[in-house]
């Protein structure tokens, strides 16, 4: 857990200062005087600090945020006034400096997702090459699904990648089947999908045959004749074809003697072992994955389309959450840090910052006070005016939207928490 964490304090850190970057990039490029740079908040002290010039560099104790400090953003704290303040600066010029998070973030999505994909290619199962169907659990016997059944399309759309078929399930209102020839529209029912926004286990996965693809050497199932490329037919000339089959009949069989019937070559033959043999082997799977190598150019146009949907997803399950009270789904720290990798997975870990600068940058444009879409609704509304916004106000107003802010943040850590560590 510890390691998930380094990894969660150096992603929020990257995604900290290429966001509070944007803001300075832009107030410097427009003339307007940066007081303070910080990673991290620093009330009282701070663990590391340094002048340059005008500006002071430092990393404060609490890994909460992190922020600039703009001289002359509100008024009355510019004293006296200097050429450099930002609010005698131009609306055009507040609106660039205070949206120049919201655009680093934004780029800096587009950037890693551009270059996972350039690196590491596109790989994914094509749902079209499940030639056996899916396989599906308890949630999924719920929606009405069956092992066997092949997923045509969701709301009418044809799913891609396996990988989006559950996603795009929890998100979508209908799903269309070919069940032994019968085409079937199931509707997604309210409450079946609170049923999946409240359980996080996986509810669908690929049909498999089989076919043993590695034997532990010199284990029992080595030692009983059993080979690689074999394919289990039968057990106690009971017919299974596919693991899931396997699965359920072994569980009638255990620690027991059984005879394996094998088509190995196209020969059938009979094998006694154990059921606890079986445990010494790694099944394959016979399915045809498949890979995409985008050139540069195309990678960044896959960057672009990638940092969209990862935001349209994340606002589609935002809303879905509050539509169906599934409150368990929203986390804080903790959840986020059990997403990483215990082991240094770059491909992980790049695409988790991608995903959370972009969702970021979503959250810093809402129009909250104190945020910086706060700031820019501001201007906006001087701009539309043609007047100057009270001091008292904008002050109130932050100080309302700060509390506010905290407010939230510390109901989802409290609800993290309990999920994580108490109501396991």
């Not at 997702?113 to 056996?132: A, D, G, T, W």
């Not at 209908?174 to 199931?186: A, C, E, H, V």
């Not at 903790?334 to 959250?363: C, Q, R, V």
Request: hydrophobic share 50%; net charge positive.
């Amino acid at each position: 857990m510890i390691y998930k964490i380094i990894q969660l304090i150096l992603c929020i850190s990257i995604i900290i200062i290429i966001h509070e970057l944007g803001h300075f990039i832009f107030a410097k490029l427009l003339g307007t005087r940066v007081e303070r740079f910080f990673l991290f908040f620093d009330p009282g002290f701070s663990l590391f600090k340094i002048k340059i010039k005008n500006t002071i560099y430092g990393i404060g104790w609490l890994p909460l945020g992190g922020y600039i400090k703009i001289s002359g953003i509100i008024p009355e704290n510019s004293n006296p006034p200097n050429n450099e303040d930002f609010y005698l600066k131009s609306n055009w010029k507040k609106l660039l400096i205070m949206l120049g998070g919201v655009i680093a973030n934004v780029l800096l999505s587009i950037i890693i997702f551009s270059l996972i994909i350039f690196n590491y290619k596109e790989v994914y199962l094509p749902v079209k090459n499940m030639k056996y169907g899916i396989v599906v659990n308890s949630l999924g016997r719920n929606l009405g699904l069956k092992n066997g059944d092949y997923i045509l399309s969701v709301d009418g759309k044809q799913i891609k990648n396996f990988l989006h078929l559950p996603k795009s399930i929890i998100l979508g209102n209908s799903i269309t089947i070919n069940r032994m020839g019968n085409i079937i529209t199931l509707p997604i029912k309210d409450y079946q999908k609170k049923l999946l926004f409240e359980n996080k286990n996986l509810f669908i996965s690929p049909r498999i045959p089989i076919i043993i693809g590695k034997i532990i050497k010199d284990s029992q199932a080595d030692k009983d004749g059993l080979k690689i490329i074999d394919k289990i037919i039968a057990i106690n000339s009971k017919k299974v074809i596919f693991l899931d089959q396997l699965k359920e009949i072994l569980q009638n069989y255990k620690n027991s003697n059984i005879i394996l019937s094998i088509n190995r070559n196209g020969k059938l033959l009979n094998l006694k072992t154990t059921t606890n043999s079986l445990l010494n082997i790694v099944f394959t799977v016979d399915l045809k994955i498949e890979k995409i190598n985008y050139n540069f150019i195309e990678s960044i146009q896959a960057g672009i389309i990638k940092t969209w949907d990862s935001l349209k997803t994340q606002i589609n399950c935002l809303k879905q959450v509050f539509k169906y009270k599934a409150y368990k789904q929203v986390g804080s720290f903790f959840s986020i840090a059990n997403i990483f990798s215990t082991k240094w997975n770059g491909e992980i870990f790049w695409g988790l910052t991608a995903t959370l600068s972009i969702w970021i940058a979503f959250l810093n444009i809402l129009p909250i006070p104190s945020l910086d879409g706060g700031y820019v609704l501001f201007v906006l509304l001087e701009m539309i005016t043609g007047k100057k916004l009270k001091t008292n106000f904008i002050e109130n107003a932050i100080t309302i939207g700060f509390i506010i802010i905290t407010f939230l943040m510390l109901i989802v850590l409290i609800l993290d928490i309990l999920n994580n560590f108490i109501f396991v």
